[in-house]
């Protein structure tokens, strides 16, 4: 069963840059759609932005857009999350999911589509 782990989540300065890194093993990301939510404390999970198996079709939440880029690096079995112009209200857990799929060109934003999960890296935005 293909795990994934992610890291990268700090204590970073409003306007400041991140990159997330979702690093998946027993197993190939080759053949998996990939998406990134977050929760934040009293609220619920929101999805941020998918990429697809192959050859990375994207989709972003609004709220993000123009800020967040997902990329992946099926070579390296990992999907980053670059955020860019962080705010305080992007303080949260942030979770990356995997979801196994023969359409290698479709992006799948739900997270009830997602059936692999990582155990989330917190990024805190402040001064």
């Known amino acids: 069963q293909l795990q994934l782990v992610e890291s990268g989540g700090i204590l970073v300065q409003p306007g400041g840059s991140l990159r997330l890194s979702c690093a998946a093993s027993?197993?190939?990301?080759?053949?998996?759609?990939v998406a990134w939510f977050r929760q934040a404390p009293g609220k619920e999970r929101e999805g941020l932005s998918c990429?697809?198996?192959?050859?990375?079709?994207?989709q972003y939440a609004d709220s993000v857009k123009g800020r967040f880029t997902i990329t992946r690096d099926n070579a390296k079995n990992t999907v980053y999350l670059q955020m860019n112009s962080l705010k305080p209200e992007d303080t949260a857990v942030y979770y990356c999911?995997?979801?196994?799929?023969?359409?290698?060109?479709?992006?799948?934003?739900?997270?009830?589509?997602?059936?692999?999960w990582g155990q989330g890296t917190q990024v805190t935005v402040s001064s």
């Open positions: 999911a995997a979801k196994g799929t023969w359409n290698s060109g479709s992006v799948y934003s739900a997270a009830n589509e997602y059936d692999i």
């Open positions: 027993k197993g190939t990301l080759d053949f998996y759609a």
């Open positions: 990429i697809s198996a192959s050859p990375g079709s994207t």
